[in-house]
């Protein structure tokens, strides 16, 4: 099939195992984690990119899938590629692997944050973390891995940094948050509110005196308005939110109650399941049901 391969980066082993630029077998392991690091990353960046899509498109898994063709020297260099098709169903993708590419690059921020010991990325999604934390499992006290991308000093691994690493997936994090649903509940003195965001769970959400009046109103229409909070959040070490911890921006939209003009009327199906129940049954009621409901219901004396 036609095509071309395309270099994306470049992983250089630095060890005495890995002297004569001899790449040990158990280093493949940390291939095979790089390759699913940078995938999961390539997949949430565009899914943050394209929120009204639900399936990623077809090719987006080759278009990710970085493969070793060759060890160069400099300890052990792995070259790691893609291959890019020439066929008329890949006509709407770029020539360039730009979806590992952008991966790639956000992995070497990433790396080099920690390094430098500077805040990870903004736009690095938290909960990627764990599958951060687990690349460099396999190496010595005094072993590193390289990230080198074009244009960029390279980024180091080393077991001080999967450290650090581990350290950020066993602590909460905050990060950017964007949400929507219904405001069940406001405490004005406090300044929060709980927002049911239709996922089973309520996240608290601060808002200033300036937002009060939003506040107050999604919450008076709570039926048919709809709350959408963009901001700052803290997240579990598992990527659940939290709660809102400053919120950016509060926009109320309104649902109008939608009703199925094709649904049966209430009473209908009121009276077909009264047709089920034996004549036997109904003749047992008393005849004074209607008039003394609670006597009969919680035993209070008949009118």
């Known amino acids: ?32 984690q790089f390759q699913k690091m940078v995938a999961e990353t390539a997949k949430t ?6 929120p009204d899509r639900e399936r990623l498109p077809s090719h987006f898994e080759e ?15 792995a070259p790691l590629e893609v291959f890019i098709e020439e066929q008329d169903q890949m006509r709407l993708w770029e020539t360039e692997p730009v979806e590992i590419n952008e991966a790639v690059k956000l992995a ?18 938290r909960t990627l ?45 905050r990060d950017r948050v964007e949400i929507g649903g219904e405001v069940f509940e406001a405490d004005v003195k406090k300044g929060q509110f709980h927002l049911w965001s239709g996922e089973g769970t309520a996240v608290t959400v601060v808002f200033t005196p ?11 229409e709570h039926k048919t308005a709809r709350m959408f909070v963009k901001g700052s959040g803290e997240y579990s070490p598992q990527g659940k939110l939290l709660r ?14 939608h009703y199925d003009q094709s649904a049966r009327p209430i009473e209908d199906m009121l009276e077909e399941l009264a047709g089920e129940i034996p004549q036997e049954e109904w003749d047992k009621l008393p005849s004074d049901l209607n008039d003394n409901l609670d006597h009969y219901l919680y035993g209070v004396p008949k009118q």
């Not at 950020?168 to 994090?173: A, L, Q, S």
């Not at 300036?210 to 008076?220: G, H, I, N, S």
Request: charged share 35%.
């Open 210 to 220: 300036e937002q009060e009046d939003k506040v107050t109103t999604a919450l008076k």
């Open 244 to 257: 809102v911890l400053h919120v950016d921006e509060l926009r109320i939209t309104t649902t109008e109650p």
């Open 63 to 77: 278009r990710v899938r970085l493969c070793l063709r060759r060890i160069e020297d400099g300890s052990a260099t």
């Open 129 to 173: 973390l764990p599958e951060y934390a687990k690349w460099g499992q396999n190496l010595a006290d005094d072993e590193a891995v390289e990230l080198h991308v074009p244009d960029k000093n390279p980024a180091r691994l080393t077991l001080v940094h999967k450290q650090k690493l581990e350290k950020y997936v066993e602590t909460p994090h």
């Open 45 to 50: 960046l565009w899914r943050a990119a394209n």
């Open 108 to 125: 070497h921020e990433v790396f080099e944050a920690v390094g430098s010991d500077s805040q990870l990325p903004e736009r690095f999604p």
């Open 1 to 32: 099939m036609a095509g071309k391969w395309k270099e994306v980066v470049k992983l250089t082993f630095k060890g005495e195992r890995f002297r004569d630029h001899a790449l040990d077998l158990r280093a493949l392991s940390e291939l095979s």
